[in-house]
C-alpha cells in the first residue's frame, strides 16, 4: 500500500522526497510512513522482499527504510541485491533492526546499507538519519547531475571537432568507442594502406581574376558544400583543404574494405552534385569550369605532421602523390584512377564509361602508373 504525501499548491512534483518502508509488521510500517508524511515525504509501504524489489524497479525512491528480518528474504540480501544493480547502487538504504549485535552491525556494512535505525524506533532518530541523508542524496544527484551536463558538453565538442574531419557517423562511432583519448587518431605516426581522393576545380585560378573577392569566397563555400557532403556520405575523412582543392582518405581511422569503391561513390556524386552549382554560377555570368579528381591507392603515413606551435592530422606518401598527379591532368568531368582502384571498382562501372589511357609516367614517379579514365561529364 502507499500513503503518500500531498505536495504544496504550486510544488514541484519532482520535489517530493519519495521513501520506502519495507516492513512486515502493519504497526510498525504505519507508524514510520506517518512519521516521514509529517515531514513533507512521500510514502510507500511493503511488506516483503519480492514486493520491495517490485517496487524499486517500477518506480526507484530516493530512500529505503528496510526491515532486515522479513518473510520471504532478509534485509541483508535485499541490499545486497539493490546496492550491486547500477541503478541503485547509490539509494540510500537504512536497515531497521532489533538486532543489536556487532556481527549485526558487521554484516549490515557489508551488504551496502548506509545508516541503521534501531527498534523500537524513535521520531527524533529516524528524521535526523533520514535527513542527514537525504541531504547527502541531493548532493550526490546534484553531482552526478552536473557531471552528465559536463559529459554531453565534452561528447559535444569533441563531435564538433571530429566533424571537421569525418562523417557524422564516423565522429559518432569515435566518441562511442573510444571517448576522450581520440583513438583511432593515435598520437604517434601508423603505416596503412589508403585509397586517396584530391579533387579540384578546373582552371579556377582564372576565375579568380575576373571574379570579385568576396564572390570568390562564396563560390568556394558552394563548391566545398558539395565536396564534403559527398565524402561525408561514404565516411570519407577530409585530410586537407586548400585554395580549390581537396584531399579525402579513405580505410583511415577505421578499416573499409571496400574503400575504393567507397572512394569512386564519393568522386561520382561530387562531380554529379557540383553540375547544379555549377549552372548557377553560368548563370550569373561566371566561366564554365568543372571539376577535375584523381584516386589512387597504396601505403600512407598516418599521423600528426607539424611544429610545436602548430599541428595537421594528415597523409603523405606514395597514394597521396600519385592522386594529386592524376587530378592534376583530370579534365573537367574525369574521374582518373589508378590500375589498383580501377580492379576494385570495374564492375560497379557503367559498359564503355571507362577507357584505359596506358601505363603514364607520372611527375616525381620512378615506375609507369596504370591509369583509366571515367568520364562522368559536367553533371
Excluded at 586517396?196 to 563548391?223: C, H, I, K, P, W
Excluded at 561530387?270 to 569550369?289: I, Y
Aim: charged share 20%.
Amino acid at each position: 500500500m502507499s500513503d503518500l504525501a500531498v505536495p504544496a499548491r504550486g510544488a514541484p512534483a519532482q520535489a517530493i522526497f519519495r521513501v520506502l518502508v519495507v516492513d512486515d509488521d502493519p504497526d510498525m510500517a504505519s507508524f514510520l510512513a506517518r512519521l516521514l508524511k509529517a515531514s513533507g515525504m512521500a510514502v510507500e509501504t511493503v511488506g516483503d522482499g519480492k514486493s520491495a524489489l517490485a517496487s524499486v524497479a517500477s518506480r526507484p525512491p530516493d530512500l529505503i527504510l528496510l526491515d532486515v528480518m522479513l518473510p520471504d528474504m532478509s534485509g541483508f540480501q535485499i541490499c545486497e541485491r539493490l546496492k550491486a544493480a547500477p541503478g541503485t547502487a547509490l539509494t540510500p538504504i537504512v536497515l531497521v533492526t532489533a538486532l543489536e549485535d556487532h556481527q549485526s552491525r558487521v554484516r549490515g556494512i557489508e551488504a551496502g546499507a548506509d545508516d541503521f535505525l534501531s527498534k523500537p524506533v524513535k521520531r527524533e532518530e529516524l528524521i535526523a538519519r533520514v535527513n542527514t541523508l537525504r541531504r547527502l542524496h541531493e548532493t550526490r544527484k546534484e553531482l552526478e547531475g552536473r557531471r552528465l551536463t559536463a559529459e554531453v558538453h565534452r561528447k559535444e565538442a569533441l563531435r564538433k571537432a571530429f566533424s571537421r574531419y569525418v562523417s557524422p557517423q564516423l565522429a559518432e562511432r569515435i566518441i562511442t568507442d573510444f571517448g576522450e583519448d581520440g583513438a583511432p587518431f593515435e598520437p604517434g605516426a601508423q603505416r596503412i594502406s589508403v585509397v586517396a581522393l584530391f579533387a579540384d576545380l578546373r582552371g579556377f585560378t582564372r576565375l579568380t581574376e575576373s571574379v570579385e573577392v568576396d564572390q570568390v569566397v562564396a563560390m568556394l563555400n558552394e563548391y566545398f558544400a558539395v565536396m564534403t557532403d559527398a565524402a561525408f556520405r561514404h565516411d570519407g575523412t577530409i585530410f586537407s583543404m586548400a585554395g580549390d582543392s581537396l584531399l579525402v582518405g579513405f580505410n583511415v581511422p577505421f578499416p573499409q574494405p571496400d574503400a575504393a569503391m567507397r572512394a569512386w561513390m564519393t568522386a561520382r556524386d561530387m562531380v554529379a552534385g557540383f553540375g547544379p552549382v555549377l549552372a548557377s554560377w553560368v548563370k550569373r555570368g561566371g566561366p564554365s569550369t568543372g571539376v577535375g579528381i584523381g584516386i589512387a591507392s597504396g601505403e600512407a603515413i598516418i599521423g600528426n605532421i607539424g611544429s610545436p606551435h602548430h599541428m595537421s592530422y594528415t597523409i603523405i606518401g606514395n597514394a597521396v602523390n600519385t592522386a594529386a598527379r592524376l587530378m592534376q591532368i583530370a579534365k573537367a568531368g574525369e574521374v582518373l584512377v589508378s590500375g589498383t582502384v580501377y580492379d576494385g571498382i570495374r564492375d560497379a562501372l557503367t559498359p564503355g564509361s571507362a577507357s584505359a589511357k596506358g601505363d603514364l609516367a607520372l611527375r616525381g614517379k620512378l615506375e609507369p602508373t596504370a591509369v583509366y579514365s571515367v568520364q562522368l561529364g559536367h553533371s
